[in-house]
Every structure is written in C-alpha cells, then in structure tokens.
C-alpha cells in the first residue's frame, strides 16, 4: 500500500533552535517528493522538491534530505523564526501505471516555534 | 497574478443544504484538483480535471460534483451536505497531470466549511 508517514506529529523548539522532521514512504514506483509549509489558515506551500536522484537539496533556512534506497527524507530548518510556526507536509509523486501523478500526502508535523 | 482563489472562506450549513465552492486560477493551468483536509489526516482528493469538459474521481468523491467549462474555473458542488462532509477545501492546479519537477501544484487558502 502506497502510504507516506511523518514524525513527529507535532514538535515544539525555542526560536533560535534547529530542528528536523522525518517523512517515510513506501510509494512505488517514485517520482519526486515535495515539501511543503502549511500556515494556519492558509493553502500549503512548496519548500522544496527532490527526484530520485538528489541526496540534498536547500531553500534558505531548510534543508531537505532523500535517501531513495531507504525511502526517507527529513526536513533540517536551521535557526528557527517564529515565522516557521506551520505545518509542514512531506508529498510523495507516484510515477506511472496506477500511481502516475497521484500525490500521496503525508499527515504533517505541526511545529511551534516559542520565543 | 492571483494564483489559485477560493471562495467563499467560510461557510455554515445545515445537513440537506446544497452549495457551491468556487474555485478560479488564472495561470492558464490544464490540471485542477478538490482536496478535502481533516484533522490528524493528510490532503485527500476528491475530484480532478485535466482540462476543459474532462473531469474525474479521486480518492473521496461521493456526495460531491464537478464541471469544469473554461480553463479556469473548477467549481465544487455539494448536493445534500452531510455533516461528514465538515472539512477543510482546497482547489489546487498545475500545469498537467505530470510528475515533472517543474510541475508544481498551486494551492489556493482554502474554505472551511461546517455543516450542522
């Protein structure tokens, strides 16, 4: 069963702290995996995308990870804002057959950053 | 450029009401789709387009229709709310169905929707 699962479910860090969520997925085959931040109230927004041949790839403050033989990303925010109270969401592609263009979403980790 | 709108923002109906969420993007985008969000679950879809007049189901479509008659309107319709269908909306749209790393989905901000 094609699932994307993130932990943790909800994290809380003092601004200034770094941090990193977790996302792990079994779809197959695999296109690309997104993250996303989610402001409260509001539609999520892309951060970053990786395809399966990326080990690293950076958007300012956060760094995201893919190992694509494990099947796990983390997201790595450095020197947390207030502004990086969000949820942030870990996106899976699937890449043909049944899974062509689905995106499997992951539940999200709800971090708060306290000052 | 607004990207992806929604309205309305919020809306209260009573079980049995009909309504209809808009949703509009004028990034001259092929693909759109209706995710629903519930708590403590992710983004789940539940009717897609992959261009005027084509529509189809996703993953949670009963209780909900679809159209899609210009490019850039992709109307959702709830025909007899059920209080199950108490939830967050989000029309989303990109370029195509394709998982091309250029092929970003543009959220809009969503309606939260109760039924009472």
């Known amino acids: 069963k094609n699932q994307v699962e993130q932990s943790p479910q909800s994290l809380i860090i003092l601004e200034g702290k770094n941090c990193t969520l977790q996302c792990n997925y079994t779809v197959s085959p695999f296109s690309n995996l997104r993250w996303y931040k989610q402001d409260t109230g509001r539609g999520p927004v892309s951060l970053t995308i990786m395809t399966f041949s990326e080990n690293t790839k950076s958007n300012g403050r956060y760094t995201a990870t893919l190992d694509a033989d494990t099947k796990q990303s983390s997201l790595h925010i450095t020197a947390s804002q207030l502004s990086d109270s969000a949820s942030y969401i870990c996106?899976?592609?699937?890449?043909?057959?049944?899974?062509?263009?689905?995106?499997?979403f992951g539940r999200g980790t709800q971090l708060t950053v306290w000052p | 450029n607004a990207g992806v709108t929604q309205t309305p923002k919020f809306q209260v109906l009573k079980t049995g009401q009909s309504m209809t969420l808009q949703c509009a993007q004028d990034?001259?985008?092929?693909?759109m789709s209706w995710y629903r969000q519930d708590p403590g679950m992710g983004l789940r879809l539940i009717h897609y387009?992959?261009?005027?007049?084509?529509?189809d189901q996703g993953e949670v479509p009963n209780g909900y229709n679809v159209s899609r008659s210009t490019t850039e309107d992709f109307p959702l319709r709830l025909l007899s709310a059920a209080p199950s269908q108490t939830s967050v909306y989000f029309c989303?749209?990109?370029?195509?169905?394709?998982?091309?790393?250029?092929?970003?989905?543009?959220f809009g901000p969503g309606t939260r929707l109760t039924v009472l």
């Open positions: 989303a749209s990109s370029q195509s169905r394709g998982t091309s790393v250029n092929n970003e989905q543009f």
């Open positions: 996106v899976v592609s699937g890449d043909r057959g049944s899974t062509l263009g689905r995106l499997y």
């Open positions: 990034m001259n985008h092929e693909y």
């Open positions: 387009s992959v261009g005027a007049g084509i529509t």
